[in-house]
């Protein structure tokens, strides 16, 4: 007896993967609906990369109105108004969350609003709804996660601190990951006085450590109070802010971030009436096909506990849209992938750390080159910039390349194509620079650390 099905596709979550596997799955000629109980877009629309880039943006002009002192420009009376920044920025997601909604309406995307659960292994339930599908795709990314210690609950998240009443003009930002260490420069850069705690030696787990080390020192300079080693053991409200109890003594702020880590969003979900599994770490169990246990239902993006980037549960979800509905089977290529912190200055990186790199096995030449940017000798600046090959000794091939410095995300994604394709130390020689860039630096370092 043939089953009867709402849609060919059913998926939980309007973020970044879920619409673009809701969209393309549409396009190759499936019946498709997409459940989002708030803002089209999720997380890196609404409270993550884009109103966060927004905001680097404007944090950078501080130092902009200073440093343009050196080039002949005066600039009385320089304020900032943290509303406008605020409302701007909203008014812009908004305008995203419609284009979101048009590009998943334009192939016939169903939008049903609510909060979807798994209600079997082909069922979902949004509030008095019931809904079949042949497939089932979870996509309903991570959220943060916070620490049980006393006083929590005054403490914000990413979700919250875009949209404050009252720009904190004393910040605590707990946390050793890319979302604090970004905040911290925003906020510094905006004006505030920012301590960054950290329970570690070294912030940024995971980067290459010389990098680490640099931008350590880098956002000392700019003014943020890099605190490591260090821990908050609790939380108390008081008037105009709350006291935080840290381990070298009592001070006051205005605001509390706590960015400490993410979990897999997976609340409510229903994973129960399924046979759906997790790893160790939490995270929902796939193949390289996105296929959970249960053979129905699949997921992508950072639910699934790999690289937790928009551009990588995009890439997820074309290849799931194309082995599914397209005709053609496709897995994700996760080698040499760039990414970015936007710190400032930022880091670019993209593949092996000198670490990562030594742990596989390989005999690696390190080309290091730190100095002071052009624009810098006349600024009054003391900022510098750090440029890192790790090339394999054996085959000449270039294996990672970081960056700490103006531009480094948008030099790095240029050489993200290189790594994919395999260059070697000797092709980044043979390549004219672009002069005067700091960028060129990647193409006439000749000289390996010792």
């Given at each position: 007896?043939t ?25 190759f000629?499936?019946k ?5 109980k708030?803002?089209?877009?999720g ?8 109103p966060?880039?927004?905001y ?14 050196g080039?002949g420009?005066?600039a ?5 108004d943290w509303?406008?920044l ?5 008014n812009?997601i908004?305008r995203?969350n ?5 590009l998943l309406?334009a192939?016939?995307?169903?939008i049903?609003?609510?909060h979807?659960?798994l209600a079997?292994?082909?069922e ?11 497939k089932?795709l979870l996509?309903t ?7 049980d ?12 601190i875009?949209?404050l ?5 004393r910040?605590?930002?707990v946390?050793?990951?890319y979302i604090?260490?970004e905040?911290?420069?925003i ?18 787990r995971?980067f290459?450590h010389?990098?680490?080390?640099f ?13 490591f ?17 840290l ?23 229903g ?15 796939v ?5 959970t ?31 599914q509905?397209g ?7 996760y080698?040499a992938?760039p990414?970015?912190?936007?710190s400032q200055?930022p880091?670019?990186?993209v ?12 005999e690696?030449?390190?080309?290091e ?8 000798t006349?600024s009054g ?6 440029m890192?090959l ?6 000449d091939?270039v294996?990672g ?8 995300g948008e030099i790095?994604q240029?050489l993200g ?6 260059a070697t ?12 860039t700091?960028a ?8 390996p650390?010792?």
């Amino acid at each position: 007896m043939t089953q009867h099905f709402d849609y060919d596709l059913l998926v939980i979550g309007a973020g970044s993967g879920g619409v673009r596997a809701a969209r393309k799955s549409a396009e190759f000629g499936a019946k498709v609906a997409v459940v989002e109980k708030a803002a089209l877009g999720g997380t890196c629309v609404n409270v993550g990369c884009i109103p966060k880039k927004l905001y680097v943006y404007a944090s950078e002009y501080a130092a902009a109105w200073r440093e343009s002192a050196g080039f002949g420009w005066r600039a009385e009376d320089v304020s900032f108004d943290w509303n406008t920044l605020r409302d701007n920025k909203t008014n812009e997601i908004a305008r995203l969350n419609a284009i979101y909604a048009r590009l998943l309406e334009a192939p016939g995307v169903d939008i049903i609003e609510g909060h979807g659960a798994l209600a079997g292994p082909q069922e979902v339930v949004v509030g008095e709804s019931r809904y079949r599908a042949e497939k089932i795709l979870l996509a309903t990314g991570t959220w943060p996660a916070m620490p049980d210690i006393p006083g929590i609950e005054l403490a914000l998240t990413s979700n919250e601190i875009f949209d404050l009443e009252r720009f904190p003009e004393r910040l605590l930002i707990v946390g050793g990951g890319y979302i604090a260490t970004e905040f911290a420069s925003i906020f510094s850069g905006l004006g505030a006085n920012v301590v960054q705690s950290y329970r570690g030696e070294l912030f940024l787990r995971g980067f290459d450590h010389d990098i680490r080390q640099f931008l350590a020192e880098e956002m000392r300079k700019a003014g943020v109070d890099l605190r490591f080693n260090h821990h908050v053991t609790a939380l108390e409200s008081q008037s105009g802010g709350v006291l935080a109890h840290l381990s070298d003594g009592n001070e006051p702020f205005d605001a509390v971030l706590y960015a400490t880590g993410r979990r897999p969003n997976i609340a409510q979900l229903g994973l129960e009436h399924a046979a759906v599994t997790l790893t160790e770490a939490g995270y929902i169990e796939v193949d390289d096909a996105f296929q959970t246990a249960e053979p129905s239902i699949y997921a992508l993006g950072d639910m699934t506990g790999g690289w937790e980037l928009t551009p990588v549960a995009i890439g997820e979800a074309m290849a799931f849209a194309q082995t599914q509905f397209g005709g053609q089977a496709l897995t994700m290529d996760y080698h040499a992938i760039p990414t970015a912190v936007f710190s400032q200055p930022p880091i670019g990186t993209v593949g092996l750390t000198e670490e990562e790199a030594i742990a596989a096995g390989h005999e690696v030449t390190i080309f290091e080159s730190t100095f002071r940017p052009l624009k810098h000798t006349v600024s009054g600046s003391e900022e510098r910039t750090m440029m890192k090959l790790v090339v394999d000794a054996e085959s000449d091939r270039v294996l990672g390349a970081h960056m700490v410095g103006a531009d480094a995300g948008e030099i790095c994604q240029g050489l993200g194509i290189a790594l994919k394709m395999g260059a070697t130390k000797a092709d980044f020689d043979r390549t004219v620079g672009i002069h005067p860039t700091a960028a060129e630096e990647f193409v006439t370092m000749r000289t390996p650390r010792d």
